[in-house]
């Protein structure tokens, strides 16, 4: 059965820092590129973060550049999104996903997780 579990998240202080995992089962990871998407109450899925499979090229959102780090293990058949300088906004609903096309589309993206809850708050 193909499956992506996302782990990690929580409630954290302005400021403060998570690493968010995706962990595939049911399949391969290193063919697939892998987006993170959020979503808050009452607004669209963001498209965060995205890594290729290829040659592991990474995309930012402007809302997250130079404060989230994603990476990937492939051995571990786990992607890793490091969230550093949290922000209120940041708080959401965080989805992984995988597919052929690094993009922070949804819509390009065949297997989805069921989300973590990441809350920013003091």
């Known amino acids: 059965q193909v499956q992506l579990v996302e782990s990690g998240g929580g409630l954290v202080q302005p400021g403060g820092s998570l690493r968010l995992s995706c962990a595939a089962s049911?399949?391969?990871?290193?063919?697939?590129?892998i987006g993170w998407f959020r979503q808050a109450p009452g607004k669209e899925r963001e498209g965060v973060s995205c890594?290729?499979?290829?040659?592991?090229?990474?995309y930012y959102a402007d809302s997250v550049k130079g404060r989230f780090t994603i990476s990937r293990d492939n051995a571990k058949n786990t992607v890793y999104l490091q969230m550093n300088s949290l922000k209120p906004e940041d708080t959401a609903v965080y989805y992984c996903?995988?597919?052929?096309?690094?993009?922070?589309?949804?819509?390009?993206?065949?297997?989805w997780g069921q989300g973590t809850q990441v809350t920013v708050s003091s």
């Open positions: 890594i290729s499979s290829s040659d592991g090229s990474t």
């Open positions: 049911g399949f391969t990871l290193d063919y697939y590129a």
């Open positions: 996903a995988a597919g052929l096309l690094a993009t922070i589309f949804p819509t390009e993206y065949d297997y």
